[in-house]
């Protein structure tokens, strides 16, 4: 069974602070994605990567970085936190190409930001 | 750019009614469609998927069929149960070039026993 976890389940912080968000999977995938969900916006992707060191800039990156360490671990990076970014963070991963082409989610982190 | 388009908001329906929930598609190339369904505390999960014109997707008795002259995907089942109720998703994925996904905004669905 696909696995993607994700920590911490719950965050705040203020603004201004520095979060980091991390999210591990163990089903060998290349591509793994960091979205935020938001009412009335549904599933907006911020990052990507296909491998470990390598980054794609997804749709709303503004505000924040990521790092693919290793195939296992990808990190979302809010360096300086805005209200505007509190929402539910999901990550997930993929494989390359046909049958496997669907993403796993992990269970989510909520993010709020005062 | 690619997009989804789905039923906006909540659907309400009683146990046993029909459901459809609505997904057409822009995209540049022959992507791949998909539904999610997602339940309260959990990520999306695959519904299930098609990657073909005409193709029909299915899964615990809800169903899709891929139509490429009306880019449309939508969502139906006969008798909803209580069960049901979640935040449905359709997405397509380009096989070309990068490897994103585009999400709808999300319907939910809320069924009354």
């Known amino acids: 069974e696909a696995a993607v976890t994700q920590s911490p389940r719950n965050k705040v912080t203020v603004t201004g602070g520095n979060v980091t968000l991390s999210c591990r999977q163990t089903n060998s995938h290349n591509y793994m994605y960091w979205y935020r969900q938001d009412t009335g916006h549904g599933l907006r992707l911020i990052h990507y990567s296909y491998g470990a060191g390598n980054l794609q800039i997804g749709d709303v990156p503004d505000g924040y970085k990521a790092t693919r360490t290793t195939q296992e671990d990808f990190f979302l990076l809010l360096e300086l936190a805005s209200p505007s970014q509190t929402s539910l963070y999901f990550c997930?991963?993929?494989?390359?190409?046909?049958?496997?082409?669907?993403?796993?989610f992990g269970p989510g982190t909520r993010l709020t930001v005062l | 750019g690619d997009s989804v388009t789905q039923t906006e908001g909540q659907v309400a329906l009683s146990e046993e009614d029909f459901l459809t929930i609505h997904c057409n598609y822009s995209a540049s190339g022959y992507p791949t469609l998909f539904w999610y369904v997602q339940y309260p505390g959990e990520g999306p999960q695959l519904l299930f998927r098609?990657?073909?014109?005409?193709e029909k997707g299915s899964s615990r008795g809800f169903e899709a069929t891929y139509d490429k002259g009306t880019t449309s995907f939508h969502l139906r089942k006969a008798s909803v149960q209580e069960s049901d109720s979640a935040v449905y998703y359709c997405?397509?994925?380009?096989?070309?070039?990068?490897?994103?996904?585009?999400f709808g905004a999300g319907t939910r669905l809320k069924v009354i026993a």
């Open positions: 997930a991963s993929s494989g390359d190409w046909g049958h496997y082409a669907e993403q796993f």
């Open positions: 997405a397509l994925r380009l096989n070309t070039g990068n490897y994103k996904y585009v």
């Open positions: 098609a990657s073909r014109d005409k």
